[in-house]
């Protein structure tokens, strides 16, 4: 069994001339032990805890993850870190390597297959910058039984997620995910730590999942809320007379003004309370 716990060994496989990177996976490898601990703490693991682990490189995570839980599924789409994979983590019982893209895989399936008799089911990755928001969107509409994801991504997107009303990051992204979980900004990840080294900070945030809300069951208001924010610069009677011409700018106004909400406001004023009476009340 390979030292699965020697970050140098990772660092010299990356820095090697026949290891290729790959931009079109967004691979940028995470070997910083003092933020890799901090990933590990924000997710509070235990002996009952299932994880799933999208894109874990050459398992810089994973080995941390793997000690301190009932069972790691990782998802690595990148069929030449596979034997690296395998050779750091031979001998784990308790983890299950999949090469598969986990957007095209049947995330569903593989738990019942593999997390019957986990307490809790938790997601961390360090996701691809290029495919963040489908991920994520795809654990929210297909799977019921995430408890938590603790997830690093580009700093942008990471405040975009968590912002708040009234806000520049505030927008429909902002809305759609709040629905959804609680989120919270965990901390800034600079990127001098990532080997290779990306253009842009990276940060980590944490979403806990309402389980009573399916996302299929509410597509159409994540519709509304898209055309809410459509066109940002614009007033939310201009864009919702834009998005529904079954009513009137007339009646669009009135509707505001019943409901307290200021004509020409913008949608980064409203908040998820907001958007779900307008919703439910007039759009649905």
């Known amino acids: 069994m390979t030292d699965i716990k020697n970050n140098q060994i990772r660092k010299a496989i990356v820095n090697q001339d026949d290891f290729a990177i790959k931009k079109k996976f967004s691979q940028n490898f995470l070997l910083d032990e003092n933020i890799i601990a901090k990933i590990i703490d924000s997710a509070k693991l235990d002996n009952n805890t299932g994880v799933i682990e999208i894109g874990p490189g050459l398992g810089a995570l994973t080995k941390e993850i793997v000690k301190r839980t009932k069972r790691v599924l990782l998802y690595e789409v990148d069929n030449e870190l596979i034997p690296y994979l395998q050779g750091f983590f031979n001998g784990f019982e308790n983890l299950i390597l999949v090469n598969n893209d986990v957007l095209k895989a049947n995330v569903v399936a593989d738990i019942s297959e593999y997390f019957q008799d986990v307490e809790r089911l938790v997601v961390i990755s360090n996701l ?4 963040t928001t489908p991920i994520i969107m795809k654990f929210l509409e297909e799977v019921r039984n995430i408890d938590t994801m603790v997830l690093m991504m580009q700093l942008e997107v990471a405040q975009r997620i968590t912002s708040k009303p009234n806000t520049k990051d505030y927008n429909a992204l902002s809305v759609v995910i709040q629905h959804q979980t609680k989120t919270k900004y965990l901390f800034k990840v600079p990127k001098s730590v990532f080997y290779p080294q990306p253009k842009v900070d990276s940060a980590v945030i944490r ?18 809320v898209h055309k809410c924010f459509a066109q940002r610069r614009k007033t939310l009677v201009n864009n919702l007379c ?13 509707i505001l003004v019943d409901n307290t909400i ?9 908040c998820l309370d907001d958007f779900q009476k307008l919703y439910l009340q007039y759009f649905k």
Do not use: C, M, V, W
Not at 209 to 220: L, T
Not at 262 to 270: I, K, N, V
């Open 242 to 254: 834009a998005g529904y011409d079954r009513y009137s700018k007339e009646e669009l106004t009135s």
């Open 262 to 270: 200021d004509p020409q406001a913008r949608a980064e004023s409203l």
């Open 207 to 224: 979403l806990d999942i309402d389980k009573e809300i399916n996302a299929i069951d509410n597509r159409g208001f994540y519709d509304f």
């Open 128 to 131: 691809p910058y290029h495919i």
